[in-house]
């Protein structure tokens, strides 16, 4: 077995400086967590989780290096979140229940993290605790004061964290947008403020660096769904992702101006709305709503579908009408599908094949390329990003969130507004920071963890170069059974089962069982089995790469018999 990399923890930070450590959202969309850290105190900003991609079969989520935290499990004092999405949140239960330091988050995002915990009986083992606009929180050496930003969900915050150096923003994920139906407003003054107090580095959402002008107001797509709803006739399907709470109250509101009832589908629609109920400014008033089994009940021009999966996922609500398996939903021709989302960079593929398949229902469907006005993003274009960058004037800047592009093209914008020093760094690269600038100064193995089920583990634990194996190549499942024949050799039977291979209607496994016995029969009983087991995976192999050019994984077993009963059962 391959050695497993070493995992060293950094060395505690020189005095009068601090250190970074992005463990994940450096470099890739999703998975964000960043560790902040002075001499021997850490603090984890937001624990996100990615969603898996092909190269990853069978797993459910991917989340940061659990063995690199573990090295902070005497060092890393609290977790402190920017808001509730996902990519900033989902991994949190998985981290805290290895190591239980406190959580502080916003009241929608605590009602939240309360669900998630409570999923793996962690509530009464963690501390969650509730932060809000300014407020003020001490962590070691470290003083956090909470700026209200407005995003796509509610109650988000950028952190102000005050060091002994100097004072460091990290934005989290935000655009610059007023009027939405909690009150939110982005609180410019107090970046403002901020700013003419002094920032000695700034960390800042990437996601739009490369869009030109200004974000779309959730105001102007609530118009757009608005007069979209009223003009369509029949049943009307919204995907969108299930956490953008104001779009949701969107498609409410355009559904009752239209007459219509709203059905939600998807487990993560009905809790996002649950917590919005408990937690919010922006309850949902429920007479708008119906079961989803009874939209039998109601004409369809009385009916507005809400449904998750907007990405195509292949479990989600959305996918499984496309394949006409949803057990409450078949679509039928005169319906309207509207995904009123972007689509998240290396989904295209999926998505515009979930659409082929809507369509070909008879399903119009209506989507945001087409149709800009029926979403909004909820990250900050390049005007916007341009101006916080004008009123905090940090001296030095590190793009976060985003791909590698994004971070360059942020940190361009950064030095195009006068800052001092930039520099673009990507998960596992450590970056240390004083009064005379930020530069790297190390680097850790940063292996991402993952989610099976009810299994986590690293790529190691759950084989998952041999997934990858079995996906590209099929497997080969060899049983045979050997007993001593004539003159000294083996006599033997065996049973070839294949999954993934091309086997011509099963003829190509017909002739390697003919040849298996042939070779088994060739071997003299002194040969051991487990060296049969290896020469026999190596035939097999040498069959389907002259007969397919495949190379599959082979599974070979060889049992031992009598010439008497076990060679009859063989």
Same mark, same amino acid.
């Given at each position: ?382 005007? $916007?990003? /341009?101006?916080? *960058?004008?009123?905090?004037?940090? %001296? =030095? !800047?590190?793009?976060?969130? &985003? ?127 487990? $060296?049969? /087991?290896?020469? *026999?995976?190596?035939?097999?192999? %040498? =069959? !389907?790469?002259?007969?397919? &050019? ?21």
């Amino acid at each position: 077995m391959a050695k497993r990399p070493s995992v060293r923890p950094p060395a505690p930070t020189r005095p009068e400086t601090l250190r970074l450590l992005p463990v994940g959202g450096l470099g890739s969309i999703g998975m964000n967590a960043m560790l902040i850290g002075y001499g021997d105190d850490w603090v984890l900003l937001d624990c996100g989780v990615m969603f898996p991609d092909a190269g990853e079969p069978g797993m459910e989520l991917v989340l940061p290096s659990i063995d690199l935290l573990e090295g902070f499990r005497d060092r890393l004092r609290a977790i402190v979140i920017t808001h509730g999405h996902e990519d900033h949140i989902g991994a949190v239960p998985y981290v805290v229940e290895r190591f239980p330091v406190p959580i502080h988050a916003t009241r929608f995002t605590c009602g939240l993290l309360r669900h998630k915990l409570a999923e793996r009986g962690l509530t009464d083992k963690v501390e969650l605790s509730t932060v809000a606009p300014g407020d003020q929180l001490k962590i070691g050496p470290f003083e956090f004061n909470f700026l209200r930003v407005t995003h796509s969900i509610p109650d988000c915050v950028s952190l102000v964290i005050r060091t002994p150096i100097g004072n460091v923003l990290f934005t989290g994920d935000f655009k610059i947008e007023a009027g939405l139906r909690d009150g939110a407003v982005f609180d410019e003054a107090g970046f403002r403020a901020l700013g003419k107090e002094g920032v000695l580095l700034m960390m800042s959402d990437s996601t739009n660096a490369e869009v030109p002008g200004w974000s779309r107001a959730e105001s102007v797509v609530q118009i757009a769904l608005k007069e979209r709803v009223a003009e369509c006739k029949g049943r009307i399907i919204v995907g969108l992702f299930s956490s953008n709470l104001y779009r949701v109250h969107s498609v409410v509101e355009a559904a009752r101006a239209a007459g219509r009832y709203v059905a939600m589908l998807g487990l993560s629609m009905h809790r996002y709305t649950r917590v919005a109920d408990e937690c919010t400014d922006m309850p949902f008033d429920r007479n708008d709503f119906i079961d989803i089994e009874d939209i039998d009940l109601y004409d369809d021009d009385e009916i507005v579908i809400i449904a998750t999966g907007s990405q195509g996922e292949s479990r989600a609500a959305l996918s499984r009408m496309a394949r006409g398996i949803h057990p409450h939903v078949t679509v039928r021709e005169g319906d309207t599908l509207i995904l009123s989302s972007r689509m998240i960079p290396g989904n295209e593929r999926v998505i515009h094949r979930m659409m082929g398949a809507f369509s070909r229902s008879g399903v119009d469907v209506i989507h945001q390329a087409a149709h800009r006005e029926i979403h909004g993003s909820g990250h900050a274009y390049q005007e $916007e990003l /341009e101006a916080l *960058l004008s009123w905090v004037q940090p %001296r =030095f !800047f590190v793009p976060v969130h &985003g791909e590698p592009s994004f971070l360059r093209r942020h940190a361009s914008l950064a030095r195009k507004h006068g800052v001092e020093q930039t520099l673009v760094i990507e998960n596992g690269q450590i970056a240390e920071v004083d009064v005379n600038g930020v530069r790297v100064v190390d680097e850790v193995d940063c292996t991402p963890w993952y989610v099976d089920g009810t299994l986590v583990g690293d790529a190691r634990r759950f084989d998952l170069k041999g997934r990858v194996e079995m996906a590209w190549n099929g497997t080969i499942g060899v049983s045979a059974l050997v007993w001593p024949g004539t003159k000294g050799r083996f006599d033997g039977s065996c049973q070839v089962r294949a999954r993934g291979l091309f086997t011509d209607d099963g003829a190509s496994v017909t002739e390697l069982e003919k040849l298996a016995v042939e070779r088994l029969r060739s071997f003299a009983t002194t040969v051991p089995l487990d $060296e049969i /087991e290896r020469q *026999l995976a190596a035939e097999c192999r %040498r =069959f !389907f790469r002259r007969s397919t &050019g495949h190379r599959p994984i082979v599974l070979a077993m060889v049992h031992a018999g009598s010439a008497g009963g076990d060679q009859k059962r063989g």
